[in-house]
């Protein structure tokens, strides 16, 4: 009998810790999520799918990231910089510039619902993070190697 109830509460607080570990296979809306260090992003605009890509709304990726956001209402160009990095996108122009480097994207950053989004992934990448996708749980994860 104790061999059982040991069993029963090991177990629970196994999966009590891995609750906080694994993140829920969707969220309540059954969008998009995106976690920055293991940290749940809550967007006022979901992310969105086009073409294989995940957009997000800029600023509040370039604040997980630590990085400053500039806005050029004439030119609907957007220049983030931090950490060393500096990053230009245009609303509509495939062509960004991550550094001194130029980058062809395959989705332009857009303006849905009055928010700029802008895809995740080149972002990330662009100030030397990695990231992850899980297309079963729609799961986008962004490791730096940036201690802040």
Not at 1 to 23: G, H, Q, R
Not at 64 to 90: F, P, R
Not at 142 to 148: G, I, L, M, Q
């Amino acid at each position: 009998m104790k061999k059982i109830l040991s069993i029963l509460v090991i177990s629970a607080l196994l999966l009590t810790v891995l609750a906080y570990i694994i993140p829920p296979a969707v969220s309540a809306e059954g969008g998009i999520r995106v976690f920055v260090e293991g940290v749940e992003i809550t967007f006022d605009v979901p992310p969105v799918m086009k073409n294989d890509r995940v957009l997000v709304p800029l600023r509040k990726i370039f604040e997980a990231l630590y990085m400053d956001v500039d806005w050029d209402g004439e030119t609907e160009t957007i220049t983030s910089t931090g950490n060393g990095n500096t990053i230009v996108l245009q609303i509509g122009n495939p062509v960004a510039r991550a550094n001194a480097r130029t980058v062809t994207l395959d989705v332009s950053a857009e303006v849905v619902d009055g928010r700029t989004l802008v895809p995740i992934r080149f972002i990330a990448e662009s100030i030397g993070a990695q990231v992850g996708w899980d297309g079963d749980t729609q799961t986008v994860t962004v490791k730096t190697n940036t201690v802040w």
